[in-house]
């Protein structure tokens, strides 16, 4: 054992020495940093970059910057004319995500692929966005970490950001209060539907779709639903994908004469020549 110890110790001595004339030799000279070439750059792409940049929003479609401009004053001008949203800060610019628009994480469920090395584990986030007042929005994705799928899902739930039209159960007293007429959604297995209710009645439905109906601004809600929905994936679309239809059925009240007006892109032709040139 002394024999083995002695041979331990002496290599040992040797590779301390050995890692003291490395670091001697690979020491920066006085007055130099490490790297010559790349004094005074930071480490790695994007490490510099400050929190204020991200604060600025530079548009990049012409609707875009016809909401930074001001051009814009309703939401609804984007839903006459069915103009796609492709950012999410136009819907921030009409509903500010703290004061008016609220978010409501529905579920988080771990999803795994298959790979050489092994198994792939990602997390998949159902968020859900509403301003209480006739508008919902529905975002899913995918990300290898949990704060980034909620935070990419709360963007696509604000692009997804639709219209939801509300109506009266018998008498217009007051203020709408239902859904105008019978909608139905389906997705996978899962069929969703909506009836109209009388007022004092409430939302009765689920958990998952009544939080839905809750945060498009309906306050009595028949529902009726079939299907697996167990899958709260299929259920939240289904129920998404009735109240986005209840826009979609022509009621008397909406056969009065079309005025036709021009498009934004039209109207703000010259704003958007004139941005263009500049670039």
């Not at 875009?64 to 136009?90: D, H, N, T």
Request: charged share 25%; hydrophobic share 35%.
């Amino acid at each position: 054992r002394d024999s083995i110890n002695a041979e331990y110790m002496g290599s040992y001595q040797i590779f301390i020495s050995v890692g003291t004339e490395r670091s001697t030799m690979s020491a920066p000279p006085a007055g130099r940093s490490r790297g010559f070439g790349r004094g005074g750059r930071g480490r790695g792409r994007g490490r510099g970059r400050g929190k204020d940049e991200e604060k600025d929003w530079v548009p990049v479609t012409k609707l875009g910057r016809l909401v930074k401009e001001a051009k814009l004053r309703r939401l609804e001008e984007i839903y006459l004319f069915s103009m796609p949203v492709k950012e999410y800060q136009i819907i921030d610019a009409f509903l500010p995500n703290p004061g008016k628009l609220k978010d409501e994480v529905m579920k988080i469920s771990p999803v795994q692929k298959q790979t050489r090395a092994g198994q792939r584990t990602r997390f998949k986030a159902f968020v859900v966005v509403g301003d209480c007042e006739g508008h919902i929005g529905l975002g899913v994705k995918c990300s290898k970490e949990v704060a980034t799928a909620i935070r990419s899902s709360i963007q696509l739930a604000k692009m997804s950001l639709v219209p939801v039209r509300r109506g009266y159960w018998g008498n217009r007293l007051g203020s709408p209060h239902t859904v105008p007429c019978k909608v139905t959604g389906k997705c996978g297995s899962v069929r969703m539907r909506l009836v109209p209710a009388p007022k004092g009645a409430g939302i009765v439905a689920a958990p998952v779709p009544k939080k839905l109906l809750q945060f498009a601004g309906l306050d009595d809600v028949f529902t009726q639903s079939s299907g697996h929905t167990r899958t709260l994936g299929n259920f939240v679309k289904a129920t998404f994908e009735a109240l986005s239809k209840t826009y979609g059925f022509l009621t008397p009240d909406l056969w009065s004469e079309t005025h036709f007006e021009k498009d934004p892109y039209q109207d703000h032709t010259d704003s958007l020549a004139a941005h263009t040139k500049k670039l």
